[in-house]
């Protein structure tokens, strides 16, 4: 059992090139959630999704597209990298309803240079 | 929105005693609260959490109490280790439509020295 898998671990952009990081769980987990991580900041909500075809931002969306085909893909999509981008990338995943914990993949480290 | 402030920011304690990790939430809707560790390179993992019809849990050496009137809630580490050591975060949940929105708090870096 996998739980959730993140893809690349580690890449560097250059300022305007866009990218995808990869999110998978083969959980059967109908939430899935992506958060960035910044020193002191702790990790804010990138954009969910509740099920296959219905995504909602979260608090820091603007510059990223997410969309959900299937029950166990996320992909985040930065579509023209800033420097302000620069962060660790944490996709997360649940069952639905009230009350239950994340599973957290192992993270992506991004630099744009 | 959810507004969870957590404290403090480090905290470094001797190996054998005791961790309080506190936070505090919001919106009085939140009704869970989980905790998560987090060692270096990797990502959170949840250790406990606890529910809003519940004042106290505890697991081995790891309790969590809500004050719901006070809207805060607390992580307590007893007989603390080495391998405690890693950053904490706590979080509460704003339920939306099927899935549990959490707002995270900033994290309290803990180290356990020897």
């Known amino acids: 059992n996998a739980g959730v898998t993140q893809t690349p671990k580690f890449q560097v952009l250059k300022t305007g090139q866009s990218m995808t990081l990869q999110c998978a769980q083969d959980?059967?987990?109908?939430?899935m959630s992506w958060y960035r991580q910044d020193p002191g900041m702790g990790l804010r909500l990138i954009h969910y999704s509740v099920g296959a075809g219905i995504t909602d931002q979260g608090e820091v969306p603007n510059g990223y597209n997410v969309s959900r085909s299937t029950t166990e893909d996320f992909p985040l999509r930065l579509l023209s990298a800033a420097p302000s981008q620069t962060s660790v990338y944490f996709c997360a995943s649940s069952y639905t309803g009230r009350n239950y914990g994340y599973t957290f993949g192992s993270g992506t480290r991004l630099t744009v240079v | 929105g959810e507004n969870v402030e957590q404290h403090p920011s480090t905290l470094s304690v001797q190996e054998g005693d005791s961790a309080v990790i506190k936070c505090t939430y919001s919106?009085?809707?939140?009704?869970?609260f989980p905790w998560y560790k987090q060692e270096l390179g990797k990502g959170p993992q949840l250790i406990i959490d606890i529910r809003s019809n519940v004042g106290e849990k505890k697991d081995q050496r790891i309790a969590v109490t809500l004050n719901k009137t006070a809207k805060h809630f607390s992580l307590h580490i007893t007989e603390t280790q080495p391998e405690d050591s890693a950053v904490y975060f706590c979080?509460?949940?704003?339920?939306?439509?099927?899935?549990?929105?959490?707002?995270f708090g900033t994290g309290t870096q803990l180290k356990v020295e020897l």
């Open positions: 979080a509460a949940s704003s339920f939306t439509g099927g899935g549990n929105k959490l707002t």
């Open positions: 919106d009085s809707a939140s009704n869970y």
């Open positions: 959980m059967n987990h109908e939430y």
